[in-house]
């Protein structure tokens, strides 16, 4: 058994505490909400992000972060991308034991363009730091606290570390699979979001299976020649935390991403949208991230592109599509990435 603290109380954060809990390890699951943490540990729910599920006894809820922290080794980090910063810095400042921090959070930072492992090594002491691990994939919160059937990946530089995360959290109902590909496995689960706010906008414009086929099969083909430039491996675009993840997050209604979009496509703005959806749409910050990734790395990214101009610069949803529909013809496979072409492999 393991003393695993899990940082953030939201939807994704409280189903990861039922599969660790499940495994029989001892969890704490730290929140900011006093209320939200005083339900956790009085009735055993969070009734705001999994409102029908009851929780496991065993995960205990802290407001107090320092408590949260006592002879803890490992933590999983499931607060939004614009937070990591402020959370690790509060961190930092009430333990002095290396920690391995699981981050589960998908995205980039604007401007500096760091993905979240990058961020947290930034953040944190390397006295501080052990190793750092990503969790990724096809997972809905909703069902991996129903236990159905879920498959994900977790990478880091160490392999160690990479084995012993899936030790913690593989089970019957949650499979994980190991993959060293570490900038493969953040990028392809951060632009993905992506992908899901354009496929939001196609089904809200009313525009059916083939223009979501398209945007999906086009938009892995984006994320494939971005992750691939900035040094990732061609190979895992292919895998769960590509394509596996593009699917279940572009073609599900409990894809907060697809349903922002969704609301875009039905003539919505943007400041309504978010005011709405009451949680975090991690794609539309990381929309503005890849569109600056594009330009510094020099890669094509028109569906991106688009969505930048929907998110960012007023442009109406149907005129974004029409202008993708309108581009000039070009064969298909130019513009994807030849593996055979890069030696990693």
Known sequence: MEKITILGAGSWG???????????HDVRLWGHRKELIEEINKEHKNSKYLPEINLPKEINGFHSLEEALIGIQTIVLAVPTKAIREVLGQVCKVTNTPLTVIHVSKGIEPDTLLRISEIIKDEMPEALLKDVVVLSGPSHAEEVSLRHPTTVTVSSESMEA???????????????????DVIGVEIGGALKNIIALAAGITDGLGYGDNAKAALITRGLAEIARLGSKMGGNPLTFSGLTGIGDLIVTCTSVHSRNWRAGHMLGKGKNLDEVLESMGMVVEGVRTTKAAYQLAKKYDVKMPITNALYDVLFNGVEAKQAVDSLMARVKTHEMEDLVNITDLPNL
């Open 14 to 24: 409280t189903a990861l505490a039922i599969v660790l809990a499940d495994n029989g």
């Open 162 to 180: 990479s084995e012993y995360i899936q030790d913690l959290f593989m089970n019957q109902h949650f499979r994980v699979y190991t993959n060293p």
